[in-house]
T-cell receptor, first 111, second 114 residues
Framework: SQTIHQWPATLVQPVGSPLSLECTVE??????LYWYRQAAGRGLQLLFY??????ISSEVPQNLSASRPQDRQFILSSKKLLLSDSGFYLCAWGGIKNEQFFGPGTRLTVL | KQEVTQIPAALSVPEGENLVLNCSFT??????LQWFRQDPGKGLTSLLLIQSSQREQTSGRLNASLDKSSGRSTLYIAASQPGDSATYLCAVTGSGGSNYKLTFGKGTLLTVNP
């Protein structure tokens, strides 16, 4: 069966520091991968999606970037965090019916 | 631009009640619709997927229906239990070139009281 992992689970970072969040998927090959952000009082917002290694599409202009160095690894990064980057970050992978399955999330607090 | 609305925003019921959560979307050209459950501080758990050609899907005490022409879906929960307490999210996938993208509602916070 398929499993999706995210780490770290929680992170507290100062403004201006770099960021790296990692997502890995097991049990499937060549999945579509997604990064979402869920901010307090707002719905889930799609940030990036990837259909293959090195192929990244950005949905919203922002302070973040994404990379896919391996088939089942998806990384969310920032060079300098802003207060507004705080939120709950969720990684997901897409099944054959375009159904999406989500990881446990990373709670990021920028102080 | 697709917009998804969920009503009510919050719902509190006594244990054992049957209940209905509503979801509406503005663009009927969807590929599929998913219902998710989210517990506080956790990721999303997929509950049901309805393809655009289907009318309903069932899993245990859950039944989801889809009326694509009117842009509506309902999630029916039978014989509710305190363990059903969570936020329920509806999301639609666009058709054609947008069939990778989920658009979410803001969710319904369900509390089932013992």
């Amino acid at each position: 069966s398929q499993t999706i992992h995210q780490w770290p689970a929680t992170l507290v970072q100062p403004v201006g520091s770099p960021l790296s969040l990692e997502c890995t998927v097991e049990g499937t090959s060549n999945p579509n991968l997604y990064w979402y952000r869920q901010a307090a009082g707002r719905g889930l917002q799609l940030l990036f999606y990837s259909v293959g290694i090195g192929q990244i599409s950005s949905e919203v202009p922002q302070n973040l970037s994404a990379s896919r160095p391996q088939d089942r690894q998806f990384i969310l990064s920032s060079k300098k965090l802003l207060l507004s980057d705080s939120g709950f970050y969720l990684c997901a992978w897409g099944g054959i019916k375009n159904e999406q399955f989500f990881g446990p999330g990373t709670r990021l607090t920028v102080l | 631009k697709q917009e998804v609305t969920q009503i009510p925003a919050a719902l509190s019921v006594p244990e054992g009640e049957n209940l209905v959560l509503n979801c509406s979307f503005t663009d009927s050209a969807i590929y599929n619709l998913q219902w998710f459950r989210q517990d506080p501080g956790k990721g999303l758990t997929s509950l049901l997927l309805i393809q655009s050609s289907q009318r309903e899907q069932t899993s245990g005490r859950l039944n989801a229906s889809l009326d694509k022409s009117s842009g509506r879906s309902t999630l029916y929960i039978a014989a509710s239990q305190p363990g059903d307490s969570a936020t329920y999210l509806c999301a639609v996938t666009g058709s054609g070139g947008s069939n990778y993208k989920l658009t979410f509602g803001k969710g319904t916070l369900l509390t089932v009281n013992p």
